[in-house]
């Protein structure tokens, strides 16, 4: 893991800073910086993106959106974000899913914001089928959403099966998506977990094995992810148990010394000391 940014003010990313961290900042979800020509060749293949603004004003909104969500601004990332439109559904999305998991204390919000963000994501899919984001951000809610809930619910309504063709398809799309690999790595060990790896297995292909190559993969594509070691270690204490403490121990300790490049990996580094603090 390298050292990178690791304080509150090298998150308000001005002017150029913004692009020069980008690659960085979105190695997870490997979104496309919102330049004028990032923005153009969307709206080329997508002519529904095609936001009310002049497209440079568009490109300025989504600029300032994304630096709001970096600071930590999420509320404001995500009001910036609905003001462009469709073509800033992905920056408003991630915020409103951040803010909810992390953020929100009331149970009944955080649930509203979920099915909120499952609802623009899938208008997104329609308008811009072929924009990763679309599906890995309805996945992320679709998850959260089911996690607040009655997993054996969220079973009998299909919302296992519509998470993974989800991130399956968010793969197809853009293979070097770390937080999809995640995600995926978490939806096995769910199920594994719930159903047992049998009935896992033969009802939903899902598996151990499955789980750990995700995860393995995801730290393949971005090593300085505090949130892959987090919901790896995780993922081994629901699927082995003490079989498989000291290694996730490991990978809290590693999640808890990871440097956070912006404020929703500080919440990730946060998380992982807290966890830590609980098992000491």
Not at 69 to 83: I, K, P, T, Y
Not at 179 to 201: F, N
Request: aromatic share 6%; charged share 25%; net charge positive.
């Amino acid at each position: 893991m390298k050292a990178s940014l690791d304080t509150a003010t090298d998150y308000d990313f001005p002017g150029d800073a913004l692009k020069k961290h980008w690659s960085r900042l979105h190695r997870g979800d490997c979104e496309p910086y919102p330049n004028l020509s990032s923005l153009n060749q969307l709206i080329d293949g997508f002519p529904d993106l095609q936001p009310s603004m002049l497209l440079g004003q568009a490109a300025e909104t989504l600029q300032l959106a994304w630096r709001s969500f970096h600071r930590g601004e999420f509320r404001e990332a995500e009001r910036l974000g609905l003001s462009v439109g469709l073509l800033g559904f992905n920056v408003a999305n991630k915020a409103a899913n951040i803010r909810a998991t992390y953020i929100e204390p009331a149970k009944k919000k955080k649930m509203a914001t979920f099915l909120e963000v499952v609802r623009r994501a899938e208008d997104l899919q329609r308008s811009a089928p072929r924009a990763p984001n679309a599906w890995y951000l309805h996945a992320q809610a679709l998850g959260r959403h089911a996690q607040g809930g009655s997993v054996i619910d969220a079973l009998m309504q299909g919302i296992a099966s519509r998470i993974k063709e989800s991130l399956e398809k968010t793969l197809t799309l853009e293979p070097h998506h770390a937080d999809a690999h995640i995600a995926l790595g978490t939806y096995h060990a769910e199920l594994v977990d719930k159903m047992g790896p049998l009935v896992a297995s033969l009802t939903y292909g899902a598996s151990a094995d499955a789980a750990v190559k995700h995860f393995e993969k995801a730290l393949k594509l971005n090593p300085d992810s505090a949130v892959a070691r987090i919901e790896y270690a995780n993922a081994l204490k629901t699927m082995f148990g003490d079989a498989k403490k000291a290694r996730a121990r490991l990978l809290y300790e590693e999640a808890s010394k990871c440097i956070p490049a912006d404020a929703m990996e500080r919440l990730d580094v946060e998380l992982a000391r807290a966890q830590l603090n609980r098992r000491s």
